[in-house]
């Protein structure tokens, strides 16, 4: 997931995917402590994409 593809949702949209994103964070941390985790970098890309997520959102707080 791009930042510019992030810019363009809403902030509501953000507050979603954010939601959705710490979801699967926690999901991926579970599967990963009982060792059942195939992927352990998507683990990783999750983390970085709510950070991108939290970003533009701070971003469009700050414009306002």
Known sequence: MQAE???QL???????KAR???EEIFR????L???QLNNPTRFRQARVDLARVLTVMREKNSAR
């Open 33 to 35: 402590a009982t060792n």
């Open 10 to 16: 809403g902030l509501e949209e953000l507050r979603a």
């Open 20 to 22: 959705e994103l710490r």
């Open 5 to 7: 593809e992030l810019r």
């Open 28 to 31: 991926l941390r579970l599967k």
